[in-house]
């Protein structure tokens, strides 16, 4: 086996009038590993990918923190051998995202709001029979926290997420010796969506701490 990871990170403070930092996240992977029966290689697996993050923090306006941002992927996978359930695939991906954040205080104690979109898309190619499928989604959610006394806090919040299926979801096909199974990918499934709301009770501080929630999951176009 052998694996190599390469990390970047960076901000600049005050990039231009407006915005209050720019950060930037990448890195690169190069991973390979080779499956070994009675002294001979039977298969290799490789796996070579990026990925980038760009976020833009803005000044405040009329009240609203946050940042805006973009972020990129690339996976090539190859698997070369006897136990090649999946063909070669490149798989890429962009998003752009905006999250933003409103406090209050009044009277009733501290309350603090947060927001957040998302829209993605992906290509998915499998390169030996040359079939390719795309796949947008949209994904928000939202939040709010209510500190109605000292060391209690009451949150809420509800997200809609989307997933793209993975490469070996669409075109896996064989026996897959890792797992003790045989996977058949889909090449028309859809994106998976989720539904999830939640509220909770905490107290966060002090001598003895406590939380507790209720909460609720809904899949819709379950690709697993």
């Given at each position: 086996?052998?694996?190599?990871?390469?990390?970047?990170?960076?901000?600049?403070?005050?990039?231009?009038?407006?915005?209050?930092?720019?950060?930037?996240?990448?890195?690169?992977?190069?991973?390979?590993?080779?499956?070994?029966?009675?002294?001979?290689?039977?298969?290799?697996?490789?796996?070579?990918?990026?990925?980038?993050?760009?976020?833009?923090?803005?000044?405040?306006?009329a009240g609203f923190k946050g940042v805006v941002g973009l972020q990129t992927s690339q996976r090539k996978f190859s698997a070369e051998g006897e136990e090649a359930y999946v063909q070669p695939t490149v798989t890429r991906?962009?998003?752009?995202?905006?999250?933003?954040?409103?406090?209050?205080?009044?009277?009733?104690?501290?309350?603090?709001?947060?927001?957040?979109?998302?829209?993605?898309?992906?290509?998915?190619?499998a390169e030996t029979s040359g079939i390719e499928r795309s796949h947008n989604g949209t994904s928000a959610s939202l939040g709010a926290v209510w500190k109605f006394m000292p060391g209690y806090q009451i949150g809420t919040s509800f997200t809609r997420a989307s997933r793209a299926p993975s490469a070996e979801e669409l075109y896996a096909r064989g026996l897959h010796m890792a797992t003790s199974t045989y996977e058949r990918g889909n090449a028309d499934l859809r994106s998976e969506t989720s539904q999830n709301s939640a509220v909770s009770l905490r107290k966060p501080s002090g001598g003895t701490t406590l939380g507790d929630s209720v909460f609720h999951n809904r899949l819709n176009n379950d690709t697993r």
């Open positions: 086996l052998a694996s190599e990871r390469f990390d970047v990170r960076g901000e600049l403070r005050n990039p231009f009038a407006g915005f209050s930092a720019l950060r930037l996240r990448a890195g690169v992977t190069d991973y390979a590993h080779d499956e070994v029966e009675d002294g001979a290689i039977s298969t290799t697996f490789q796996n070579k990918a990026y990925d980038t993050r760009i976020e833009l923090q803005h000044e405040p306006i991906k962009v998003g752009v995202f905006v999250l933003e954040e409103y406090r209050l205080n009044d009277w009733y104690g501290d309350w603090r709001f947060e927001a957040a979109l998302r829209h993605d898309r992906q290509t998915a190619k």
